[in-house]
């Protein structure tokens, strides 16, 4: 717990530190400083403390502000009063030994991954409290051979396994619904008809929200390598699209993500708040894949700042989550997903989407 409270206090001090220091910056050194901010914050959020330091650095020198400056010592100081292990150790900041419920790089934490998505042997109710938003939705890294399974064609079935599930198998599926809820996704109809820019939107909103470390920052822009973007895509939805640059425009808007240098080129935007997360309803399988009903639900916005989302959200059946006071029903949706194996990570692929 100790650890815990030191870093609530560097987060007390990052938004303390994003109101003031800006006045007399231009608009893009802001941006600029805000990027460095954010970066070292993911690096709080995973417990790497020498991380978020460096990134602290790095920033201090290319804007000269003295905020990031002063906030890079407070870190040294306090990653001084941790054991040498907790510096850079997520496990050093959770009570039970266990990483805490969040994310951190897919390199760095397909572990954590397997501890907050894999089966639970115990299966014994818990809430793992969070001390900020975070999400419980990044995926391992490429390193095992990545099957996507289709089963024998079967009959068609009315039986509900989402009834039958225990908390670890429910998490599974409303973690994997929960990343597209969580990015505002929309319809897909599958490889033969889909939007290829909401693809793209998908990935880059995915790595932002769970995995910052995968996007870089260039002038104005979030920058996603097109090794990132292909490796998201096959993952979520089972294959790649073409990269070229692409726009929407929308109410009189155009906007436009730009590919060039093998890499995709995104306005650079924050303050969104990503408090959504899904319940499946009904799971119920067919022809070898499974049909799924599901509710999307918003955190308060007070809890989500304050604690963030827990294993707790995951858990939730249907009828749990329509009777909390700190949740609000949002809209209702059908998905069709197929078992995705990764070694022994376990999850789902996403074959069509829908929302009401």
Known sequence: MRYLRLRTLLLVMLLLLSLVGCNKQSEEDREMVLFYRDKAQSYLDAGDFQAARDVLEEGALHTGDKDLL???KEVESRISELPADAATNEQALSDSGEPAAQTGTEEAAESADQTLQEPD???QPTEVQSTEPTQATAEPAPSETVI???EAPTQPTQENLAASFGKSDRKRINVFLSNFSEVFFDN????DDYDALAL?????????INDFSKLSVKDAYYVLSKENMDHCLNRFFGFTISPETRSRTNNGYTYTVE?????????AA???SYNSFTVVRTMTRYDGHYL???DVYELDLETYWEKGFSDLYYELTADEAASRSDVSYSYSGIAEVRDYTNGTFKSYQLLNYKVE
């Open 70 to 72: 002063r906030l890079m």
């Open 121 to 123: 042997p115990t299966d």
């Open 148 to 150: 996507a399974t289709t």
């Open 188 to 191: 897909f109809g599958g490889k």
């Open 200 to 208: 793209e939107d998908y990935a880059y909103l995915h790595y932002k």
């Open 259 to 267: 590919y060039k240098n093998n890499a995709y080129y995104y306005p």
């Open 270 to 272: 924050d303050g969104e």
């Open 292 to 294: 799924v009903e599901f």
